[in-house]
Structures are given as C-alpha cells and as structure tokens.
C-alpha cells in the first residue's frame, strides 16, 4: 500500500511569499492529485499530473516520478488562498480503487 | 450546472440508528466513490463503484453499505455496526474509474458531517 506524506503539516506565511509544499509517497503510481479543502470542507482539484510540470494561474505543481515526489507552489500567496492542500495518488496497477490521501498541509496566509 | 451534490451538509443521529447519507451527480460519470475524513488524518475509502449495480469495498467498509441502482446516484449506509460513525464523509465522481489516468481525475461533493449523539 502506497504511503503519502506531506510536509510541512502547518504553514503560515505573510501575503505575497512563495509557498511551497511537498509531497512524497512509497510506491509508483500513475498519476497524482493536488486538491485544495476550503474550511466549509468541500474539495476542488486544482492538479491531476504523471509527469513534469502544470501550471494554473499563480500555481505550479511538479512531480518527479524517479524520486517519488511532488511540490505544489503557489506564487504571490494572498489570503485566499488560506486552506487545507491535501496530496494524493493513484498507485500503479491500483485499478479503480480510488485514491491514497495525504494528511494534508494546513496553509495560512496573513494579510 | 454539472456537479455533486450532497445532502445534507450537517446531519445528527442518535447512537444505533442507521442513516444514508445521498450522493448525486449529473456529470454521467461512471464510477463514484465514498471517503470519510476524520481530523488529523488522510480520506480514506469507504466503497467505490465502477459501474452501475456493481460496487467494491474500500479499506474502510466495515459497518457500511452502499447501493448503485442508478448511474447518478450512490447512497452510503451508516448502520448501527460502525463503532465510530461521527465524521465528515466525501462522495466523488470520476469519468472512468478503470486504470488509464486521463479519466481518473476525481471530482468532489461539498460533504455530509454526521454527529452521532
């Protein structure tokens, strides 16, 4: 079984810092997701990726599949932006049985 | 608009009652999925179904069921055996949910948080 960890846990950081946060996990996969969970709890996936690089607006996410490991960033942090950013992967051969969660890494952003 | 819905937000039971929980798309995906999330830890997953009248336990399945009677729509059961039911529980939808990631990316609903008194 695939193990995900995310670090940091915690993060806070003042308005217009680059954040990154980092995700790991044990075993191949074939595509990870970086989802973001707003306080009332409802999740949107901002990245589904296998390879390289996306990028939407102010955030990046990478991945390297040799390492087995990915980082979300986000550049010009704003307060909005303020939520639970969780990782998660689909491992190879994992069919369709859905997904293996991180903790989750809980971003604060300060105005 | 297309989407999950999810009813209701917030939900109170009383300690040996069963309840359902209701998971709606209009996305005509086919394969859905249940998570439950408790604090400090990572979703984990409680049924999936890859097609209609057809569904697999997750890790979690003990003290759950869940049906698939209609592409759309796929109830959970909180029965009376989970020993520890109160917690927030996700439904998502994906396109497909056999292996092949261009149709594995996995859309949520807005979540049901059930307190058991």
């Known amino acids: 079984k695939n193990e995900v960890e995310q670090s940091p846990q915690n993060l806070t950081a003042q308005e217009g810092e680059f954040i990154t946060i980092n995700c790991s996990y044990s075993?191949?996969?074939?595509?990870l997701h970086w989802l973001q969970q707003h306080p009332g709890g409802g999740i949107v996936s901002l990245f589904m990726?296998?390879?390289g690089k996306k990028k939407h607006g102010r955030l990046i996410a990478t991945i390297n599949i040799q390492e087995k490991h990915s980082s979300l960033h986000i550049t010009a942090s704003h307060p909005r932006d303020s939520a639970v950013y969780i990782c998660?992967?689909?491992?190879?051969?994992?069919?369709?049985?859905?997904?293996?969660f991180g903790k989750g890494t809980h971003l604060i952003i300060q105005p | 608009d297309g989407g999950i819905t999810q009813s209701p937000k917030y939900l109170f039971r009383k300690e040996g009652q069963n309840v359902t929980l209701s998971c709606e798309q209009n996305?005509?995906?086919?394969?859905m999925y249940w998570y439950r999330q408790d604090p400090g830890q990572g979703l984990r997953l409680i049924y999936y179904?890859?097609?209609?009248?057809?569904?697999q336990k997750g890790d979690i399945a003990e003290g759950y069921s869940v049906s698939r009677e209609k592409k759309e729509s796929f109830p959970l059961t909180v029965t009376s055996a989970q020993k520890n039911p109160t917690a927030f529980y996700l439904c998502?939808?994906?396109?497909?949910?056999?292996?092949?990631?261009?149709?594995?990316?996995?859309?949520f609903g807005p979540g049901t948080r059930l307190t058991v008194l």
């Open positions: 998502a939808s994906s396109i497909s949910g056999l292996a092949g990631q261009r149709f594995n990316e996995q859309f």
């Open positions: 075993v191949g996969i074939s595509a």
């Open positions: 990726l296998s390879s």
């Open positions: 998660a992967v689909r491992s190879l051969g994992g069919g369709a049985d859905g997904l293996t």
């Open positions: 996305l005509n995906h086919d394969a």
């Open positions: 179904s890859q097609i209609v009248n057809d569904f």
